[in-house]
Every structure is written in structure tokens, then in C-alpha cells.
């Protein structure tokens, strides 16, 4: 039995220690916002954010996420939008949509950790794959948010 925290709530989950963490969210705790996409932390399609950090789930052992902070797309917000997801919607981001939760969630480690994020930063940062090629749209939405006025600044 491990103990986890996710979204701010505790779970008790039966699984073995060296399952993904992907799978214990989606197949343990019905969180299915996290997509599966290559297995191998490349596509960026699984990416939650632990302590802080965005973090690939598909081959993150489960055991390596305990007694840590987990946050899914679904623990974004509370009651709404966050404001990412707003900017996505605003500048039309998703196409297919099948990445979009992995790079909302990249974005909002980057401006946490770089609150006026430069294109240098954005490009290095934001490695997640996209098959629709969204990639100048996800610029601009974090560019905006970026440049918004602190009271458009929601959370």
C-alpha cells in the first residue's frame, strides 16, 4: 500500500512500487487527464507536475512519487478554468488536443519558474510533441500570459 498526494487530497493506492505513476492515476484514481503517448518520456503527453516540477509519468516509478506533491491537469484549478487553459482557448492551441494537457502543464511550470519567459526559454522548455504542429500558437499564449496585467493573473 502506497500513500499518495494528489491534487491535494491523500490516496491509498494496492499497486507495486514500480508501476508508472501514469497508470496508477489513470487506472487507480479514474485521473485521466494525463495521456499516454510513448512510454518513454519523450512525448511529453504524460506530464504531471510533482513538488513543483513537470515531470513525465509514463516510467516514473509510483514509489518515486511518494511523500510528494502531485498535481494532475485536474487539480489545475479549482471551480473553472486555469488561467493557462483560458489563454489556450483564446489563441486557439488545441487542434486534436491529444497533447495539450502535457503542455498546459509544462507551461505552468515555466512561468512559475520564469514569470516573463523569453522565446529561447519557452522553446526549451516547452519539448512536448505535437502532431498538430501548435507550436507558434502555444508561443503566443504564453507570451500573453506573460504580459497580462497582474489582476488578469488567476490562478
Not at 11 to 19: G, N, P
Not at 31 to 58: M, N, Q, R
Not at 70 to 88: D, F, K, N, Y
Not at 115 to 128: F, K
Request: with cysteine.
Amino acid at each position: 500500500m502506497l500513500k499518495l498526494n494528489v491534487n491535494g487530497q491523500t490516496h491509498t493506492v494496492d499497486v507495486e512500487s514500480d508501476m508508472p505513476l501514469l497508470w496508477v492515476l489513470r487506472d487507480h484514481l479514474n485521473l485521466t487527464g494525463a495521456k499516454y503517448g510513448c512510454g518513454i518520456s519523450e512525448c511529453g503527453a504524460c506530464t504531471v507536475h510533482i513538488d513543483g516540477k513537470a515531470v513525465t509519468s509514463c516510467t516514473l516509478p509510483v514509489s518515486a512519487a511518494v511523500g510528494k506533491k502531485i498535481v494532475t491537469i485536474e487539480g489545475m484549478s479549482q471551480g473553472g478554468l486555469h488561467r493557462i487553459q483560458q489563454a489556450w482557448i483564446e489563441h486557439e492551441v488545441p487542434q486534436c488536443g491529444y497533447c495539450q494537457t502535457g503542455m498546459i502543464m509544462s507551461a505552468a511550470a515555466l512561468l512559475a519558474k520564469h514569470p516573463n519567459p523569453t522565446d529561447a526559454q519557452i522553446d526549451a522548455t516547452m519539448t512536448n510533441l505535437c502532431r498538430c504542429g501548435t507550436y507558434p500558437r502555444v508561443r503566443k499564449a504564453i507570451h500573453a500570459l506573460a504580459t497580462a496585467a497582474p489582476a488578469a493573473k488567476k490562478s
